[in-house]
């Protein structure tokens, strides 16, 4: 049985079995809970080592890291970023940070990712290419990050992102918020933009209580996102010195602490994640209409957030089953309202979105959380 004896079961709750009170209390102890301690630096290094990319430098959340990668990407005011609608709306809210404007792609049922080959088809339409920049001829305005998003920790197809991202002159920035532990053909998801942005909110797949990091393999970014995300002080053994204008993006010792305890069990919640979802794969096999989302081809998912997909026949049976699932304590959720339909981005360029509006419609979250594998 998948039910816990707790009386709520929740979407995804935070576990901690490890080391976070020891660190955590070391840092009350030595006092250093803020802008210095060793903690910071150990998780960075420890991230480093778990994704394979070259560098991450830790924020204080991943909302913080996107902005940050997306300006670092070139991003300038009124340049356009292609990001999927069907996404949180950190996504969106971060482009808006540089006054740029998002212009929203369509996904594909499989991955519940970007349609690469529909992306194509679109671009090679609306766009024209001048001095290897890409600029839309609709709007005018270049166009000038795609940022994919992996959902629920499923990859993107990147192979045929990339492919895309080469032909139109784009900078890829990932939105890896969601997929610590997931992998694109043997790379950790973040691995192949230019620039990534990973989460740690609570409700993630590991967490600092609110918590981000960017990725990046290339050096010279690396110090450069460090640089801007410490308020752009120049070292210096007393004065303040800054050279731009800089942000106060960094994580505190106290959540890295947090933050390394977790990292220490990130192996063993994957493998009970993988667990749960072989167990609702299973499950779900032979129910009619539905189907559950498993990891795509060549990937390895995190199974962050196991969600289902109602066939279109059911999909008026969608507000039935969210209020009898929540209503006997087992908290269920929609997908996400698609990003074109609220108000503040509602007159954002967009494409085609039929298929993001279907998943849109017939998509549900359920039950994630690892303590659940211990039931099963
Ligand atoms: C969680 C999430 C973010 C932002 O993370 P915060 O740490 O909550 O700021 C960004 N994008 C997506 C897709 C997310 O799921």
Not at 94 to 100: F, G, L, N, R
Request: aromatic share 8%; hydrophobic share 40%; proline share 3%.
């Amino acid at each position: 049985m998948l039910l816990p004896t707790e009386d709520l079961v929740l979407l995804h709750s935070p576990t901690f079995n490890g080391n976070e009170w020891n660190y955590v209390k070391e840092c009350i102890d030595t006092g250093w809970v803020s802008s210095a301690g060793k903690y910071v630096d150990l998780f960075e290094k420890k991230l480093e080592e778990y994704t394979g990319v070259k560098r991450a430098i830790a924020t204080c959340n991943g909302t913080a890291a996107l902005h940050i990668c997306l300006i670092m990407a070139g991003v300038n005011r009124n340049d356009e970023v292609l990001i999927p609608a069907l996404s949180f709306v950190a996504s969106a809210n971060a482009v808006k940070y540089c006054d740029a404007i998002p212009h929203f792609i369509d996904s594909e049922e499989a991955t519940l990712g970007l349609d690469l080959e529909k992306l194509d088809v679109y671009l090679n339409d609306i766009t024209e290419i001048i001095n290897e920049e890409c600029f839309n001829k609709q709007t005018r305005r270049r166009i000038k990050v795609v940022m994919p998003m992996h959902t629920f920790g499923h990859p993107v197809r990147m192979d045929e992102l990339l492919k895309v991202a080469k032909k139109y002159h784009l900078v890829v920035v990932e939105d890896a918020a969601e997929s610590i532990g997931s992998y694109y053909k043997g790379t950790h998801t973040g691995g192949l933009g230019l620039l990534s942005a990973l989460s740690f909110n609570g409700n993630k797949t590991i967490t600092t209580g609110g918590g981000g990091a960017i990725l990046t393999n290339d050096e010279s970014l690396a110090d450069l996102a460090k640089h801007i995300t410490t308020t752009a002080k120049l070292p210096h053994k007393w004065e303040y010195n800054h050279d731009r204008v800089g942000y106060n993006y960094r994580m505190p010792n106290i959540n890295a602490a947090l933050g390394c305890a977790q990292l220490e069990q990130l192996p063993e919640f994957l493998e009970k994640k993988r667990v749960l979802a072989n167990r609702y794969a299973e499950a779900f096999s032979n129910v009619d209409g539905v189907r559950f989302i498993s990891e795509p081809i060549n990937c390895k998912s995190n199974y962050w957030l196991n969600a289902i997909l109602l066939d279109e026949r059911y999909v008026s049976e969608l507000e039935k089953i969210l209020s009898m699932t929540n209503g006997s304590k087992i908290m269920t959720r929609p997908a996400w309202t698609l990003l074109n339909r609220l108000t503040m981005y509602s007159s954002c360029p967009a494409m085609d979105l039929s298929i993001a509006s279907k998943i849109g419609s017939g998509l549900i979250n359920i039950p994630s959380s690892i303590t659940l594998a211990k039931n099963i």
